[in-house]
Structures are given as structure tokens and as C-alpha cells.
């Protein structure tokens, strides 16, 4: 039963990470393809810069819940198959797969030809649903990166970077009864989440190392209407 609840979760969570809510938002309010404006990224910062604070909003709540849900729904479906595991074994080992799956989903996104966002957002969230303390954690790196460089994309990679290290260190500090293979086991699967982000940062890396990254502004570039 354990086999089967996490590839339930793994396929629920693609198809739930699948939904880019920037693409959804944009075409909703707007009746445009986010894909089209910028640097044709349909993520939360494209968003912000082409269509404005209020789509980013929007595009915002909707990353986040993402992964949260997928968290949530992957502690349900080993309650529901009645597979033995802990709450905190749910939270987890099962979360960290539902994860990994909401971020494949978010970055190639089997509604949009499979051409979707970078998934920091989705992987942030799904955090919170595990431990928010993480959480807090990665999120303030990510500010604090943020308000020196005013890069979001060095943010994201560097608080990416963070998230094994920061989930070892609470995974220890919580440890309780739990085998150390197992904190292993739950770091590793952090590790996967973060590796994975930053990949899709790759192309932001050569930007930021030949100088030409576009920086923060709170400013729309140009609203779309």
C-alpha cells in the first residue's frame, strides 16, 4: 500500500503542479499568453514586470497553494490507504515526493506542451506544508539575498542552495525517535527539490555572470492591457 500511496501522490501532484497559474491569471484577466511578454518565463517575476502587482498576486497565491495541496493531499491519500506510516512520517517522506512531482508538473506542464515555469514558488510552498520552519528560513535567505542584489533569480538559487543544509540541521534538531537513515533519506530528497530549481536557473547563472540580469523593481516594466 505504501508503493501505491506515493505513485498516487507522484501523479496527483504533476497534475496538480501542471497548472501554471501565471499562465492561468494572465489569461484569465488580461486574455494574454504570459509566454509571449518579457523574457516569456511564466513565472511570478515575468508576471510582475509585464501585467502588474495585481496579477502577481494572484500568481503568487496560486504557486503557493500548490505545493501546500500537494502536501496535504498526499498525507490524505496514505491515511485513506491505510499505509502505517506517522503523521510525521507523512509530512515528510510522502511530502518531499509530492514536491519534487508539484515542481516537475510546475516546470514542464503537461496542459501548456510541457513548457512551464521554474518552479522556486512551488518548492518554497511545499515547505510550508512540511515544516514551517524551513520555511521561514528559506524565505528569509531568499529576502535578505533579494534586498542586497535586488536579483530575484540569485535569491532563489541561494536560498535553493540553503535548503538541504537547513532541513539536515531541523530534521536533527527534531529527530525525536527517527532513524538517521531516514533524516538522510528526507535531506536527500530536499537536495533533489533544490537541484532541480537551480537547474532551472541556468540560464539566470549566465546572465548574473555576464553582468546583464534584469534587477527587482516593485514597477510593472509596461502593463499589457
Request: net charge positive.
Amino acid at each position: 500500500m505504501l508503493i501505491l500511496a506515493i505513485v498516487l501522490s507522484a501523479v496527483l501532484s504533476y497534475l496538480l503542479g501542471s497548472f501554471n497559474s501565471a499562465i492561468l491569471v494572465v489569461r484569465l484577466l488580461k486574455h494574454k499568453d504570459i509566454r509571449d511578454y518579457g523574457s516569456h518565463n511564466a513565472g511570478l517575476t515575468n508576471t510582475l514586470r509585464c501585467f502588474g502587482k495585481g496579477c502577481a498576486a494572484l500568481t503568487l497565491l496560486g504557486d503557493l497553494a500548490k505545493g501546500i495541496i500537494a502536501v496535504w493531499l498526499s498525507r490524505g491519500i496514505c491515511v485513506l490507504l491505510d499505509t502505517g506510516l506517522t503523521a510525521q512520517q507523512d509530512v515528510h517522506f510522502i511530502g518531499y515526493i509530492a514536491g519534487i512531482f508539484a515542481i516537475l508538473g510546475h516546470v514542464f506542464p503537461i496542459y501548456y506542451h510541457f513548457k512551464g515555469g521554474k518552479g522556486v514558488l512551488v518548492g518554497v510552498s511545499v515547505f510550508l506544508g512540511i515544516d514551517w520552519k524551513v520555511f521561514l528560513c528559506l524565505i528569509l535567505i531568499f529576502i535578505v539575498v533579494l534586498a542586497i542584489s535586488r536579483y530575484v533569480s540569485l535569491g532563489s538559487i541561494i536560498a535553493s542552495a540553503f535548503c538541504p543544509v537547513i532541513t539536515f540541521l531541523f530534521q536533527m534538531w527534531q529527530r525525536g525517535d527517527l532513524p538517521m537513515w531516514y533524516i538522510w533519506l528526507n535531506t536527500g530528497l530536499s537536495a533533489l527539490m533544490a537541484a532541480w530549481v537551480i537547474w532551472m536557473h541556468r540560464s539566470n547563472i549566465q546572465r548574473l555572470r555576464a553582468g546583464n540580469e534584469n534587477k527587482f523593481s516593485f514597477h510593472s516594466s509596461k502593463t499589457h492591457e
